[in-house]
């Protein structure tokens, strides 16, 4: 971080000083500090934590997910962009990232809080070649992808609520959101989107019980850029290994998520479908749908809506 003359820096990019000066003050709008004036030389203090593709892609360099980064300082939802360009023909592997959303979109048609550049708010585009019924093993891969990053980022270590929610200390700081386009047997494309909440300070007091950052369970703030890098690698690791050897990735995937998620066996829980049950989770069937242990026997949840009872 070296101070450099306003007369080099124009020399270098072949503009004149006031040009400079104009760069300097655009960058300042958008964040970057810059110490100094073109009589001293300028500074640079600190980039600000955007996650523009600029600063984004340099670290997840080599996967599907580094080729076609879109950002957005506000948008509805990504996930809606996300639907919309696919349905355009945006090939596999295109991000979404957004600083703030204004409708972001939660499971079963509940919205997602998405407070300006304090969280990622992150959708990718997928084309693999399945039935709908075998995307449960995308959305339950999205869950370990997104506790692996975070551990490898911060070395905590979430838990996993069936489907593919994530927790530290018993409260959510990240859902995934799949939304797809599909034939009764066949995928044309699918958008996994991805909520996670990095640096927020609080939380509306009606979610607080619920809801966490990372912020909140550390007391740091964290690099969202390093992060999102992080989160692309490690969901590039794991979709690729769906897509080489399915049946063998569904069973692996079904007993590492057994393993993660502290909730998946011997909890009793309550489940909001077909009119609502109470029983103990047996473990993820052979799909990855999770079986229930009821008075009137086993049952499969279907949609989701499993909350715990009693620790
Ligand atoms: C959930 O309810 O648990 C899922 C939340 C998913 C939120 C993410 S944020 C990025 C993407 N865009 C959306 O509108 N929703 C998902």
Known sequence: MVVLSGTKLAGEIGASRSAVWRFVQQLRSMGVEIAGHPATGYQLKSVPDLLLPEFVKPLAKGIIFAERIHHYFRIGSTNAEAMNAAAQGEPEGS?????????GRGRGGHSWLSEKSAGIYCSVVLRPEMSPADTLAISLAAGLAVRAAVQE?????ADLRWPNDVLLAGKKFCGILIEMNAE?????YLVLGIGLNVNQSSFPKAMENE?????LETGSTWSRVELAAALLKSLHRE???????????????IRRFEDASSAARGRQVRVEEEGGY???TEGLDASGFLRVRTAKGVRTVISGGVRELSH
Do not use: C, D, M, N
Request: proline share 2%; charged share 25%.
């Open 95 to 103: 991000v979404f990232l957004a600083e703030e959303q204004t409708s």
């Open 153 to 157: 980022v911060t070395s905590l270590v």
């Open 184 to 188: 009764p047997t066949r995928v044309r």
């Open 211 to 215: 809801a966490t950052s990372l912020r």
């Open 239 to 253: 979709y690729r290994s769906i897509a080489s050897a399915r049946s063998k990735a569904l069973a692996e995937i």
């Open 278 to 280: 109470e029983g103990v």
